[in-house]
């Protein structure tokens, strides 16, 4: 049985955002959408690089956008967003960011294999330039959940 990393309707391709807040959102409205988190949880993860800075910028040109457990996450899953145009999100070593993922979780332990799996997938630098090039989500989507 397949252990899907992301869904194929929570990728977004070539997403116009002016700025990192637009970036979150286009994250977080696709958790929305699929019934992951409310809109509150959007919210909160733009809250959490307000507060504490642009630690989400993980990797050159990559965000992992996410807040703590809470009420307004539903259930565990994953969004992936690439930009258009990158935008900056305040960190001097991974700016700009062109790859935005959004992250919620219903505590903080039933996300780490799914993190685990992202992780393996991100680890192979054909794998991020296929981020960055991709114009397919279905392509992208076989890539990601480790069916290509």
């Avoid at 391709?13 to 700025?19: F, G, R, S, V």
């Avoid at 929305?32 to 507060?51: C, K, L």
């Avoid at 800075?53 to 969004?79: E, F, N, Q």
């Amino acid at each position: 049985m397949m252990n899907e990393i992301i869904p194929g309707q929570n990728i977004q391709l070539k997403t116009a955002a002016a700025d990192w807040r637009q970036a979150i959102r286009a994250a977080g409205d696709l958790l929305v959408a699929g019934g992951y988190t409310t809109p509150d949880y959007t919210r909160e993860m733009i809250e959490a690089v307000e507060t504490l800075g642009p630690y989400i910028v993980v990797a050159p040109g990559l965000a992992l956008a996410h807040s703590r457990p809470a009420a307004s996450v539903i259930k565990t899953g994953l969004s992936l967003v690439t930009l258009a145009t990158p935008v900056n999100f305040g960190s001097e070593e991974n700016d700009p960011v062109h790859i935005v993922f959004g992250l919620c979780a219903t505590d903080n332990h039933n996300h780490i294999e799914m993190l685990s799996q992202l992780v393996q997938f991100l680890d192979d630098p054909q794998n991020i330039a296929l981020l960055e090039s991709a114009t397919d989500v279905n392509t992208l989507y076989l890539a990601i959940n480790h069916l290509k």
